[in-house]
């Protein structure tokens, strides 16, 4: 029997982190008893949990990193219609699950520009007789901006529409008010899980074995670092080893294949590993965008790491969380407006002479936390 339904709303927009999470959520909720529906509102992705109901919304995602323009899947404008059309299938999801729990990735701290759906999703939850636990999840950092009257709304929001707010990050690495300065005005609503982390995807024992992995996460922003990558391998002190380029799912068909035409002897070039962390156990280094999930992969993998974090459009949240783990010796950071063969060579120099560490202090067991933290909240009938 069931310990609780959860409706689980997920919006990716450009890469697949925050899909990544969200799975490794979804699988943890299942694996603990829970029958977790998820919508999903981005591009549709391969291989989600097998316990996990995915209910596909028309797919929207950004024309670029500003976030600013958001297109259907034939590369549209979203408009009225196509609002219209997800709200109601979201207000659908919502009486045919009938969830204990209505969990809802980044809002309203971010995907403000979903509110036409996230809004009539809580507001008919909120109507039930018998009334979910609305719940917002989110990472450890959030994109910083310099607006009161947005943080003040958020406020607003938290405490008119949400019971709680998941954090998936641990406070004695980072707590939320490094980069939401007004958290302390929600902090009886705030739950620190721990990171997440997905389960491993298979291991054969040996792959990866002394190799330099370079992972460009999703793929859609990330061939400025695989052709850095390429420039540095030569002058760098590991130019003679085996190299990987994980290009990621997104990366463009047509960059792809121009990375595949010219690589030179000893470069392999694939687009994703199911067992990424587990080749990262036995690399020589790893060199890689600083997403929370390829951060986390290190983190637990123990990898010796360089990594470049997305700064573009005025993004701070990956350079934030990278400056704090570079500060505690755990990776070597590039920052991508210098990021070029020579800085790259540079940086992996240094992080090859650099000491081993160790992350027993950082919460790691995210994702079965907010698996016990969420079939809790199944159980309560008086929210």
């Not at 958001?70 to 919502?94: C, E, H, S, Y």
């Not at 010796?304 to 950071?333: D, N």
């Amino acid at each position: 029997m069931s310990e609780g339904r959860i409706l689980f709303h997920v919006q990716h927009l450009l890469g697949i982190g925050h899909w990544r999470r969200a799975m490794a959520l979804a699988a943890a909720m299942d694996r603990a008893g829970l029958s977790v529906t998820v919508i999903s509102g981005g591009a549709p992705e391969e291989n989600p949990p097998p316990g996990v109901a995915i209910r596909q919304l028309p797919p929207a995602r950004a024309v670029d990193a500003s976030f600013k323009t958001i297109v259907d899947a034939g590369g549209r404008t979203i408009d009225a219609a196509f609002k219209t059309r997800r709200r109601d299938l979201v207000l659908a999801a919502l009486a045919d699950v009938a969830p204990d729990v209505v969990l809802i990735e980044s809002f309203p701290f971010g995907r403000r520009a979903f509110r036409f759906e996230l809004e009539p999703l809580i507001a008919a939850a909120r109507r039930r007789a018998r009334r979910p636990a609305i719940v917002a999840s989110v990472r450890d950092v959030l994109v910083t901006r310099d607006d009161p009257a947005r943080s003040a709304e958020i406020v607003a929001t938290v405490r008119r529409d949400f019971d709680r707010v998941l954090v998936h990050g641990d406070p004695a690495v980072i707590a939320l008010d490094a980069s939401f300065p007004a958290a302390g005005e929600i902090a009886d609503r705030l739950r620190y899980t721990g990171y997440v982390t997905a389960e491993d995807g298979g291991d054969d024992g040996s792959a990866g074995s002394g190799e330099v992995i370079v992972s460009a996460g999703g793929g859609a922003v990330g061939l400025p670092l695989l052709r850095a990558a390429l420039a540095a391998r030569p002058l760098s002190p590991v130019a003679t080893v085996p190299w990987r380029l994980l290009a990621g799912p997104h990366l463009p068909d047509e960059d792809y294949a121009a990375l595949a035409a010219g690589l030179p002897s000893g470069v392999a070039l694939e687009r994703f590993r199911a067992d990424f962390r587990a080749m990262l156990c036995r690399c020589r280094l790893s060199i890689s965008q600083a997403g929370y999930n390829t951060t986390l992969d290190i983190l637990r993998a123990r990898a010796r790491a360089i990594v470049v974090p997305f700064a573009s459009a005025g993004e701070t949240e990956q350079a934030m969380r990278s400056a704090l783990l570079a500060e505690r010796g755990i990776l070597r950071v590039v920052p991508e407006a210098s990021l070029d063969g020579a800085s790259l060579a540079a940086a992996i120099d240094a992080a090859l002479r650099s000491p081993s560490y160790e992350t027993q202090a950082i919460a790691l067991d995210g994702a079965a936390r907010t698996a016990e933290l969420v079939r809790r909240w199944a159980q309560i009938h008086n929210w």
